[in-house]
């Protein structure tokens, strides 16, 4: 699965970008936050996706950087914020003060933050409230925590589908039963990423 799209951006529309390259035009759900920081029409520009695929639909999410995406993964993992949730939420406040916010467990100024109602704001500092910080090489938003293991072999399971949260769960499950393996200690960091990765999708299914 592609984790980014370079192209010439042929027009900008509110949370919309419309990037074009090597002849197709791909159509893209985009903060505010982020289009405020890419180039303007007719230039070339980078831009970090996210592939949404259901049954029902398939839609494409993109940020200027990765420290934007991984913000809104971060949001998906709160019960009731969606994609559309999450890039509303991203166009009205900065990285920077929605951390601050989670931090100081501010749930009335929470609540002033557009697409956010009095029970998500609940939701969103149950789940990231002193979770999250700013990366200092990056201004990325980072677990607090441990990082997930196998981060490549989340990444991938949500490619496929997968809600990020389900897809670490399984991750962390298999991988504190695997570690405790003798013959999975002395594999590769490569097959221990496929072994993983394989039962991962079991304990998914």
């Not at 993992?77 to 990285?95: F, Q, T």
């Not at 196998?150 to 399984?170: K, Q, T």
Request: proline share 3%.
């Amino acid at each position: 699965m592609f984790n980014s799209i370079t192209g010439i951006i042929r027009e900008k529309l509110p949370q919309k970008l419309y990037i074009e390259t090597n002849g197709v035009e791909w159509d893209i759900n985009v903060p505010e936050s982020s289009l405020a920081k890419l180039p303007e029409t007719g230039n070339s520009a980078k831009v970090y996706v996210w592939l949404q695929h259901t049954d029902a639909l398939l839609n494409l999410y993109g940020f200027a950087d990765e420290a934007d995406r991984t913000l809104f993964f971060e949001l998906l993992k709160v019960d009731g914020v969606g994609p559309k949730g999450a890039l509303k939420i991203m166009g009205s406040v900065s990285s920077t003060e929605l951390i601050r916010i989670l931090d100081e467990g501010d749930v009335d100024l929470l609540q002033k933050v557009p697409g956010v109602g009095k029970k998500t704001a609940a939701k969103m500092l149950l789940q990231l409230k002193g979770k999250l910080t700013l990366d200092d090489n990056a201004a990325r938003p980072v677990r607090k925590a441990d990082a997930v293991p196998y981060a490549d072999v989340v990444n991938g399971l949500c490619d496929m589908g997968y809600e990020r949260h389900a897809a670490e769960d399984a991750v962390k499950k298999v991988a504190s039963v695997l570690e405790n393996d003798e013959a999975f200690k002395n594999l590769s960091a490569n097959d221990k990423e496929q072994s993983v990765f394989r039962r991962a999708l079991m304990e998914l299914a």
